[in-house]
């Protein structure tokens, strides 16, 4: 499995009208899905694929979607938080997108994941995508704890991301947007929907509906160790 088979997922997506952003397409294209997923020849399939511990990495598209709400708040500087960060994928993705390279302006993106394993298999994901020194500096963090409760300390966060369905809005993330900043995230339980929740710069916060979806859980790491491989 080869770039090529990545620039062809590439070309569908915008044919298709999944990126409709040059930002987003040229972001995407910089991060290779194959270093991502445990079994590289349905790297470039698009739809979800476990990884592992009860966690999933979204399908292709779902990911194109969530940056392309996000990507008002995604400029040079922004700091990113990226809840249930699994593989690591959408932290490289999100790194290209608040970095500019040319000026050397750098955002930073936390990736924050309860599941320890996954944390330590995702660093090694990103510097097998040439993203080590990324990490190495800070600009990019993957650290292990409990989303729910995001990281207060290296807030407030102009975008946030959300990977798993809560069963209801978490109030800590919320808190953790800045002024202004917006959140997407899955919200339910039997039914889900995409939540795009945005903070105004006087603080004032109003939620939307966009879509329905069927995410994994956003729960804790006893419960997710038993949802299964």
Same mark, same amino acid.
């Given at each position: 499995?080869?770039r090529?088979?990545?620039?062809?997922?590439?070309?569908?997506?915008?044919?298709h009208?999944?990126?409709?952003?040059?930002?987003?397409?040229?972001?995407?294209?910089?991060?290779?899905?194959a270093?991502y997923?445990?079994? =590289?020849?349905?790297?470039?399939?698009?739809?979800?694929?476990? #990884?592992?511990?009860?966690?999933?990495?979204?399908? =292709?598209?779902?990911h194109?979607?969530?940056? +392309?709400?996000l990507?008002?708040?995604?400029?040079?500087?922004?700091?990113?938080?990226?809840?249930?960060?699994?593989?690591?994928?959408?932290?490289?993705?999100?790194?290209?997108?608040?970095?500019?390279?040319?000026s050397?302006v750098?955002?930073?993106?936390?990736? #924050?994941?309860?599941?320890?394993e996954?944390? +330590?298999?995702?660093?090694?994901n990103?510097r097998?995508?040439?993203?080590?020194?990324?990490?190495?500096?800070?600009?990019?963090?993957?650290?292990?704890?409990?989303?729910?409760?995001?990281?207060?300390?290296?807030?407030?966060y102009?975008?946030?991301?959300?990977?798993?369905a809560? =069963?209801?809005?978490p109030?800590?993330?919320?808190?953790?947007?800045?002024?202004p900043?917006r959140?997407?995230?899955?919200?339910?339980?039997?039914?889900?929907?995409?939540?795009?929740?945005?903070?105004?710069?006087?603080?004032?916060?109003?939620?939307?509906?966009?879509?329905?979806?069927?995410?994994?859980p956003?729960?804790?790491?006893a419960?997710?160790?038993?949802?299964?491989?």
């Open positions: 499995m080869h090529r088979d990545q620039r062809r997922v590439d070309r569908q997506h915008g044919k009208g999944l990126i409709s952003s040059d930002r987003v397409q040229a972001a995407m294209k910089r991060v290779d899905r270093h997923v445990r079994n =590289p020849h349905e790297a470039y399939e698009d739809s979800p694929q476990r #990884i592992g511990h009860g966690a999933t990495i979204s399908a =292709p598209h779902m194109a979607h969530a940056v +392309e709400y990507l008002p708040f995604l400029r040079p500087g922004s700091r990113v938080l990226d809840v249930g960060s699994g593989s690591g994928y959408l932290c490289g993705v999100l790194h290209y997108l608040v970095t500019d390279l040319d050397g750098t955002g930073t993106v936390v990736g #924050i994941e309860h599941i320890p996954l944390v +330590e298999w995702s660093e090694g990103l097998r995508d040439g993203l080590g020194a990324a990490l190495d500096s800070g600009n990019i963090k993957m650290i292990a704890g409990d989303g729910r409760q995001g990281l207060a300390e290296a807030g407030p102009h975008a946030i991301h959300v990977g798993a809560a =069963p209801t809005m109030q800590a993330l919320v808190d953790q947007l800045a002024r900043g959140m997407f995230i899955p919200v339910g339980e039997d039914t889900q929907a995409i939540i795009q929740v945005d903070k105004d710069l006087d603080g004032n916060v109003t939620q939307k509906e966009l879509f329905d979806v069927m995410y994994v956003l729960t804790d790491q419960k997710q160790r038993t949802m299964g491989p």
